[in-house]
Structure formats: C-alpha cells, structure tokens
C-alpha cells in the first residue's frame, strides 16, 4: 500500500510504499503493485485488469504512515477480494499487533482470519523475535527446512515469546490497552480542544497520533526535557505508543505532559 512501512529486510523494505526508507538500498525486489490505503475500488480495479497477482500485503493500521486507520469493513472487505481472486492476504501486525490496538491482533476488530500474519516487537517484550504465523492454503507455501536463518526459532527466544504471550492473555493486557488507549485520548481531546495548531487526533487502543498542521519534529527534543520519549512520524504526526502496561495515574502524567509540551510548541 502507499505509505506503507514493513520493515528493513530487503523484500519487506521493496514492499514499503515510501521512498524515502528505500533510498540508497536499491535495486530493490521486484514485483510490488501499490495501491492507496483504505481504497477498496483501487484494489478491485487491479483484480479487474487481470494482473499475476498473489497476495495482499497490508497493516491493519499504518503505524509509520502516522497511526492511519481504515474504515471499518475495509479488512473485510479484502478478505473477500482475496478469497473471489485466489490472492493470499498477508497482514503486518509487527506494530499493531500483541495488544497495541486493544485486541491482542488488530485482525480481531474486523473478525478476520488472514493466510500469512507477520509479529515481532512486543512479542518477545524486548527479546529480539520475529513470526511468520501461516494459516490455510499459505501453510504449503514454505515447507520446514525450506526457509530459514541462524537463530531463527531458537529456543531463548521463543520461550520468551511464549511466557510473554502467556502473561498478556492471562493479565488481560489487551484489554487493559483498550481502556488505557481510551482514557488517554478523552484526556488529549479535551487537553487540546482548543490548540489551534492540532489538526486531527486519532486512536485505536494504544496506537494513538496527533497530527498537527506543522512540522513538529523539535516536539521530540521538548517531550524528552519533560522525560517523555516520543515520535515523530509523517513529519507532523506525532505518534504515541505508550507502555501496555501503563497505569491510571500514568496515563494521566502523560496526557498532562504532552498537552504542556503541545500547547508550548510554537513551530
Ligand atoms: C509495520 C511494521 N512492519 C515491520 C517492521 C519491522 O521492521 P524490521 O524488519 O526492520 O525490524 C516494523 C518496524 O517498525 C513495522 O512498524
């Protein structure tokens, strides 16, 4: 998709739909087709036009692209395509995933099962781990010993995935960022109701972005003075991926926090 980010590895960074990650690493990977995000009518034109296409690789949110969430219906309404045309649907859950978005996949808020779903980040709570997770027809695509790296599936690590999934479904975590995510942004919407420079705020769980109508890359630097570590993504759209396990209280520190570091931003 436009705007998309996968990653670095070279056919996830060929796929990334933004130029600016991919220059200097060329040649890329041949064979993507991108289409704009949240538009089913561009992605059912391509079906149309018959090209040799195989699968759909798609976040269910794009995270770099500034926390841009599609109309609900929209990953259901791909599923659909991808099942009328025989295309794989590939879901990059690396950000949105392991109950960032309120859910522990960002899947379940549209109640679909994709073929191929990508984890990695919170999976291992900082133990580097990366998943391809295969559903159905993807299953036969890459059969064991067929693909492979030197510490891939190493024991350390998936036992870390394991305990780390583990304590998030037993402790509710998912939900507990649903609720987290929710008073956050009640706090900032009311917080900045007023501040003329925002120009959209926007969540799902704890996936939150303020966008505003300027840069505010030097917003990184002012939040770090208050303690807090910030992005800036889109270069003005500041993106929130605040701890799962953030408290009440916290939540709240942060939300006053960022309202002063906002409503002193002066460009
Ligand atoms: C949506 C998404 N996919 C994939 C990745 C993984 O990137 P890498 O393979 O470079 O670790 C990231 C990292 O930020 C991401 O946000």
Redesign the pocket.
């Known amino acids: 998709m436009q705007n998309a980010?996968?990653?670095?590895?070279m056919a996830?960074l060929s796929a990334t739909g933004n130029r600016k990650v991919q220059a200097g690493f060329e040649p890329l990977v041949a064979g993507f087709v991108r289409a704009p995000f949240n538009d089913i009518g561009a992605i059912e034109a391509i079906a149309k036009n018959n090209r040799n296409v195989a699968a759909i690789l798609v976040?269910p949110v794009q995270?770099?692209a500034g926390i841009v969430i599609p109309d609900s219906g929209y990953l259901q309404a791909l599923r659909k395509i991808c099942n009328r045309n025989d295309w794989l649907l590939m879901l990059?859950e690396?950000?949105t995933g392991m109950g960032r978005s309120g859910k522990l996949f960002a899947r379940q808020h549209e109640a679909i099962i994709p073929d191929v779903m990508t984890l990695?980040k919170a999976l291992g709570n900082g133990v580097p781990i990366g998943a391809c997770v295969c559903a159905g027809v993807a299953t036969d695509v890459i059969q064991p010993g067929k693909h492979g790296s030197t510490f891939g599936g190493n024991p350390l690590a998936c036992r870390a995935a394991y305990t780390v999934l583990d304590y998030m479904i037993e402790n509710g975590i998912a939900e507990q960022a649903a609720e987290r995510g929710t008073q956050l942004f009640e706090a900032l919407q009311l917080g900045l109701a007023d501040n003329v420079q925002v120009a959209a705020m926007r969540h799902l769980g704890l996936l939150l972005a303020v966008e505003l109508k300027q840069p505010c890359q030097a917003l990184v630097s002012l939040a770090l003075e208050q303690g807090l570590l910030i992005n800036v993504t889109a270069d003005n759209v500041l993106r929130l991926l605040p701890p799962l396990i953030m408290n009440q209280a916290q939540t709240a520190e942060l939300a006053a926090k960022l309202i002063d570091c906002i409503s002193h931003f002066t460009g």
Do not use: I, Y
Not at 5 to 9: A, I, P
């Open positions: 980010f996968h990653g670095r590895t996830t976040e995270g770099e990059d690396v950000q990695a």
